[in-house]
């Protein structure tokens, strides 16, 4: 007969699966699962998007932890569906104990139907028809240099794992003497350009320039 986990990991996990649906409520549905009592394995569970109770039974997954120790620990974004027919990205991990056996296993379960549904506005929002019609919207038609100079920013930035906007003051002033050095802040509007990319004043490119 399979060990009882102990009751305090138990409410350990069930603590953090509260914290968890909060989090990502409404979307994320978090259950605990107690591995030793396969016929009425859900300990908890928060935003119950499946339907699923309480003391309700073990999903085959769980099953296949508890006959084999040696299955893997976590298995992060598998795809799932709940029993109307949405479509859900699953993530479970497995919860062993001292002697190595799966005694519990804490799951999630997002829905992807309302992201799929943004994913699908947005794509249609950002389609853009193929017709021979180019346009810069600035003055001058300077569109060419502003593309550039925004792409430069953009690549030290993402360099750096961080936004133009959030560049730190020392890579900040790096930045604005590369920009100087290959003559982009020279061009028509080239420190205008690149404050406003930056989210600061074009006081503060000259100063970062000298």
Wanted: net charge neutral; hydrophobic share 40%.
């Amino acid at each position: 007969m399979k060990k009882k986990p102990n009751k305090q990991l138990l409410e350990m996990l069930s603590n953090m699966a509260e914290g968890l649906g909060q989090t990502f409520a409404p979307f994320c549905e978090v259950v605990v699962h107690d591995l030793s009592n396969p016929r009425n394995a859900i300990y908890a569970i928060e935003n119950s998007l499946s339907g699923r109770e309480v003391g309700e039974s073990v999903t085959e997954l769980g099953l296949a932890r508890i006959r084999d120790p040696e299955f893997p620990a976590v298995i992060a974004n598998y795809a799932n569906t709940f029993p109307d027919g949405r479509k859900v990205k699953s993530t479970s991990i497995g919860i062993k104990d001292e002697s190595g056996e799966y005694v519990a296993a804490l799951c999630l379960n997002v829905d992807l139907t309302l992201f799929q549904s943004f994913q699908s506005a947005i794509s249609q929002f950002t389609r853009i028809d193929d017709k021979e019609v180019h346009e810069h919207l600035e003055a001058g038609g300077g569109g060419n240099h502003s593309d550039r100079i925004h792409a430069r920013i953009d690549e030290f930035a993402a360099a750096r794992a961080t936004t133009p906007r959030s560049l730190k003051p020392a890579d900040r002033k790096q930045l604005v003497q590369e920009l100087k050095k290959a003559g982009m802040l020279e061009v028509r509007r080239g420190a205008e350009i690149a404050a406003a990319h930056m989210g600061v004043s074009r006081a503060t490119v000259y100063s970062d320039a000298k």
